[in-house]
């Protein structure tokens, strides 16, 4: 088994904190975080921390990627992303600390040739084997087409073991538009409806909702709710997990730990509720967690015992 992430448009994310700051005057920060970011290297990151081989793989701009280098050693994530050149995109992102509001900056990526995206495509064809996971995860960059995902779990769903893809928008409705679906996908709420233009209220709408897509093919939808927990439905069985109530550091990641947590279920082979129990357990340790980043393996052991499903 080798899991394979692709983050196609990763990010540097500065946080900075400022109190009660003014814009178009001079403001004193307080402290500034630079951490690296992606939805898919993320999910890397939270599996190679519970001990599984993975490897990261995407597009990387060649002029700063030392941080990327520095944490995935650190991490034990095999690092096999394919540089561009120029520089990885870097969003800011300024938390006022008096009121709690956080503004977002973010950057347009640096451009993918043909080049560049020959040699993903010739890397995947390569390294993906039956007992893969492949994984799929965030924004795509600006000369990327949308059906980029879609294409993807087209060629590699029926040659691995498990296809998972945590996208929003275009990407995300054009995954859900194609005639081969994902293994498994875990859109927020917000995504679900802005990709199914549904309202999506009651619980039973919501379950509705999710055998939809599994008739067409996903085997698992796990549809997360921020504070108000997740669903994972597959074509038999839902069942709701509640959230934990953690001291939140920061819920940046929340969703991709929740990916990474339901992965390690599947693999290993948990029935339905307990894949609830670690994908809960996994986001509330993330949230206890300024960087994204899991605790010791005995918080989450904890965690994960502390769960309610329904
Ligand atoms: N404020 C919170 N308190 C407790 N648990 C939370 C909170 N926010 C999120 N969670 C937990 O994290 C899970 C995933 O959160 P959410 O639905 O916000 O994901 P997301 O929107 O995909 O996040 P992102 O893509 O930013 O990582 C939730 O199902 C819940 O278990
Ligand atoms: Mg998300």
């Known amino acids: 088994m080798n899991i394979i992430t692709v983050t196609p448009n990763p990010a540097i994310d500065l946080t900075a904190r400022v109190a009660d700051w003014q814009r178009g005057s001079v403001n004193?920060?307080?402290?500034?975080?630079?951490?690296?970011?992606?939805?898919a290297l993320n999910v890397a990151i939270n599996l190679a921390q519970s001990g599984f081989p993975v490897e990261a793989t995407g597009w990387l701009g060649s002029d700063n990627d030392?941080?990327?280098?520095?944490?995935?050693?650190?991490?034990?994530?095999?690092?096999?992303?394919?540089?561009?050149?120029?520089?990885?995109?870097?969003?800011?992102?300024?938390?006022?600390?008096t009121t709690q509001e956080t503004t977002d900056f973010n950057m347009p990526s640096f451009d993918v040739d043909d080049k560049a995206i020959g040699k993903l495509s010739d890397y995947l064809a390569t390294s993906v084997q039956s007992s893969s996971i492949l994984v799929f995860g965030g924004s795509l960059?600006?000369?990327?087409?949308?059906?980029?995902?879609?294409?993807?779990?087209?060629?590699?769903?029926?040659?691995?073991q498990s296809v998972v893809v945590d996208t929003s928008g275009k990407a995300l409705s054009a995954v859900l538009q194609a005639e081969i679906l994902p293994s498994m996908i875990k859109p927020n709420i917000h995504e679900l409806r802005q990709a199914t233009g549904?309202?999506?209220?009651?619980?039973?709408?919501?379950?509705?909702?999710a055998r939809q897509w599994i008739a067409k093919g996903v085997e698992l939808l796990v549809i997360s709710m921020g504070s108000e927990g997740a669903w994972f439905v597959t074509a038999d069985k839902a069942v709701k997990a509640q959230p934990l109530s953690v001291k939140v550091a920061s819920t940046v990641g929340a969703g991709d730990?929740?990916?990474?947590?339901?992965?390690?279920?599947?693999?290993?082979?948990?029935?339905?509720?307990?894949i609830a129990k670690m994908?809960?357990?996994?986001?509330?340790?993330?949230?206890?967690n300024v960087a994204t980043g899991l605790p010791s393996q005995s918080r989450l052991q904890q965690f994960i015992s502390q769960v309610v499903v329904a």
């Open 28 to 39: 004193r920060g307080q402290s500034v975080v630079t951490t690296i970011g992606g939805k």
């Open 66 to 97: 030392e941080l990327f280098k520095q944490r995935f050693a650190k991490e034990n994530v095999k690092d096999t992303f394919i540089r561009v050149a120029g520089e990885t995109r870097q969003n800011l992102k300024v938390v006022d600390t």
């Open 141 to 160: 960059p600006k000369t990327i087409g949308v059906n980029y995902y879609a294409d993807n779990v087209k060629a590699y769903r029926d040659k691995c």
């Open 198 to 209: 549904k309202a999506l209220i009651t619980d039973k709408e919501i379950i509705a909702e």
């Open 257 to 274: 730990a929740m990916v990474a947590g339901t992965i390690r279920g599947m693999i290993e082979q948990l029935d339905l509720a307990d």
């Open 279 to 288: 994908g809960t357990a996994y986001s509330a340790a993330n949230i206890e």
